[in-house]
C-alpha cells in the first residue's frame, strides 16, 4: 500500500479532498525522521498508559471504610496505603498529557509548514507524520473514554488531598507527601475535573501553537485539521478504500481520528467546525457515524455533543443539531 495518501485528481477547489490514508503502513522518510522518532518515544508509552487506565480500580472500599470509621487508625491507615500508589498512577497520566502536548507541537510544525503549497502536499509527502498525528487523537479519545466511566479516579485524588491536608494540620509525618506537592496537586486536580482532560490538552494545546506561531496563518492549521476529517470521512463511506483496511481496528481508528480533528478544528477556527461555510462536511461525518453499529460509536457522538465549543451556537444549522441529538 506505498503511499500514505493517493491524490486522486481534484478540480474543484469547493470539493472535499478525496484520498486514501494509509494509517497501517506508513514509514518515516529521511526528511520526516528527526520529529517522527521524537514523537515515536512518546506514543510508545501510549498503549501502557491506555493499559493501566483500564485497569485502574480504585480504593472506594478503602475509602468508605476509612470514612464510615474515623476513629479506626488501622483503616484509616489502609485507606492512606491504598489510595498514595493509585495517585502515583494519576500524576503519571498526567504528565503524559505534557509530553503528548509537546509531541502534538512538534507534528503540528511540521504538518502546518510552509514548505509545501497547501495541507494536502503537507499530508501527502509527510505521511508518517500524519499517521502519528493520527494515533495522538485515537488515543485521547479513549483514554477520555475510559476516564469518564470510572469516578474513581477523582473520588480517590480528593480524598488524598482531603487526608494530606488533615495530616498537615495534625503535623502528622506523611510517606507519601513527596508522590505529590500543593502546587502539582492543584494542576492535576484540574485535569482530572474536566470530563475529557486529554481532549482539553490537545484543544488547548494546539489554540497555544496557533498564537505562538503568529507568522503562520491560521489557515495552516486549521486547512490540516479540516482535510485530515474529510480524508477520513471519504474512506469510511467508500467501500473501495474501506475494503483495504486489513483490520477491523482500523476503521475504529479512522472514526477516532476523524472526531478528534473535528473537535479540534472546532476550537482553533474562529467561528468553529459547525458554521455552514466550515470545511468539514459536518452533516456527512455525522451520517457515516451513525452507519456504524450503535454501541460502537456512542462515545464519539457524546464527543461531539459535550466536548465541541460552537454546536449551540444559534449559527449552528438546525439539521445538524437535530442528527446529534
Not at 76 to 101: C, D, H, I, N, T
Not at 119 to 130: D, G, I, S, V
Not at 134 to 146: K, N, P, S, V
Request: glycine content about 4%; aromatic content about 8%.
Amino acid at each position: 500500500m506505498g503511499n500514505l495518501l493517493k491524490v486522486l485528481t481534484c478540480t474543484d477547489l469547493e470539493q472535499e479532498p478525496n484520498f486514501f490514508l494509509d494509517f497501517e503502513n506508513a514509514q518515516p522518510t529521511d526528511a520526516e525522521r528527526e520529529v517522527w522518532e521524537k514523537v515515536d518515544l512518546v506514543l510508545k508509552d501510549a498503549r501502557g498508559i491506555l493499559d493501566e487506565l483500564q485497569a485502574y480500580k480504585g480504593a472506594g472500599q478503602e475509602i468508605r471504610e476509612a470514612i464510615q470509621n474515623p476513629n479506626d487508625e488501622a483503616l484509616q491507615e489502609a485507606a492512606w496505603a491504598a489510595v498514595v500508589p493509585l495517585v502515583g498512577k494519576l500524576k503519571k497520566f498526567y504528565q503524559f498529557s505534557q509530553r503528548l502536548e509537546a509531541a502534538l507541537h512538534s507534528l503540528l510544525g511540521a504538518l502546518t509548514s510552509e514548505t509545501y503549497d497547501n495541507p494536502t502536499q503537507n499530508l501527502e509527502r509527510e505521511q508518517a507524520l500524519a499517521k502519528q498525528f493520527a494515533e495522538i487523537l485515537h488515543f485521547t479519545l479513549r483514554f477520555d473514554e475510559l476516564k469518564m466511566t470510572n469516578p474513581a479516579i477523582q473520588n480517590d485524588f480528593s480524598y488524598y488531598r482531603r487526608t494530606l491536608s488533615r495530616m498537615r494540620i495534625n503535623n502528622t509525618p506523611t510517606e507519601g507527601e513527596n508522590e505529590v506537592n500543593n502546587e502539582l496537586a492543584n494542576r492535576i486536580s484540574l485535569f482530572y475535573a474536566d470530563a475529557t482532560p486529554m481532549l482539553k490538552t490537545l484543544s488547548d494545546g494546539t489554540t497555544k501553537f496557533v498564537s505562538e506561531n503568529k507568522n503562520l496563518p491560521i489557515e495552516n492549521t486549521t486547512d490540516c485539521l479540516s482535510t485530515m476529517a474529510s480524508v477520513c470521512k471519504v474512506m469510511l463511506e467508500t467501500p473501495e478504500y474501506r475494503s483495504r483496511f486489513t483490520s477491523e481496528e482500523t476503521v475504529s481508528f479512522c472514526l477516532r481520528v476523524m472526531v478528534g480533528v473535528i473537535i479540534l478544528y472546532d476550537y482553533v477556527h474562529p467561528v468553529g467546525a459547525f458554521f455552514k461555510s466550515s470545511k468539514i462536511d459536518m452533516k456527512g461525518c455525522i451520517k457515516v457515524l451513525r452507519d456504524q453499529p450503535p454501541n460502537s460509536v456512542e462515545g464519539l457522538l457524546n464527543a461531539l455533543r459535550y466536548t465541541t465549543k460552537h454546536l449551540n451556537d444559534e449559527s449552528t444549522n438546525k439539521t445538524i443539531k437535530s442528527m446529534l441529538q
